[in-house]
């Protein structure tokens, strides 16, 4: 089967869409969909996956995988925005990656046609969407799960770097 070779071989992805949203500058958008709340932005589907779409408008959430088109060259060792320790790339969601795939859980608002009506986006306009999945509380949550080092991260902090907002006078 093409595309099923070793796990050594290059693969190829095709977009399945793009990814609409007001966000037009890198270091202005929001780091993850929790400092977006309430963003609106669309997910124009491809019409050749139109049918891949049946059923979708079903589910409140959706899993968005999409390609970090503008993340600049891959580093193993980052500086995540929400700490200025480093760590290793895998250990965060930063987009300078080996594969640069990023990953948004958004509401889903409606579907039209071959578009999405999301809210909660954290994503870049014009970015390549890669795939769609249902957020299934049943198979995506797990109890007790640990975050590393994120632990360390107060709330303020996350609030203020993951909004990509600088602190307001007297704020550390």
């Not at 969601?93 to 990953?103: K, Y």
Request: contains cysteine; glycine residues 10%.
């Amino acid at each position: 089967m093409p595309g099923h070779g070793s796990t050594t071989e290059a693969q190829i992805i095709h977009p399945i869409g793009v990814i609409h949203s007001p966000h037009v500058r890198a270091e202005e958008t929001p780091i993850q969909p929790n400092f977006a709340e309430g963003v609106p932005g669309q997910a124009e589907i491809l019409p050749e996956y139109a049918g891949g779409l049946a059923d979708l408008d079903g589910f409140s959430h959706v899993w968005l995988l999409y390609w970090f088109h503008r993340a600049g060259p891959a580093r193993l060792i980052v500086k995540p925005f929400l700490q200025d320790a480093e760590h290793g790339v895998f250990a965060t969601r930063a987009p300078t990656r080996p594969n640069p795939i990023g990953l948004s859980l958004v509401r889903l608002v409606r579907r039209e046609g071959c578009l999405l009506h999301l809210e909660d986006v954290d994503i870049l306009d014009g970015t390549p969407l890669l795939d769609i999945k249902p957020y299934v509380p049943r198979f995506d949550y797990r109890a007790g799960a640990r975050t590393g080092w994120l632990e360390a991260v107060d709330e303020q902090t996350a609030q203020q770097r993951g909004q990509r907002r600088l602190p307001a006078a007297g704020e550390p």
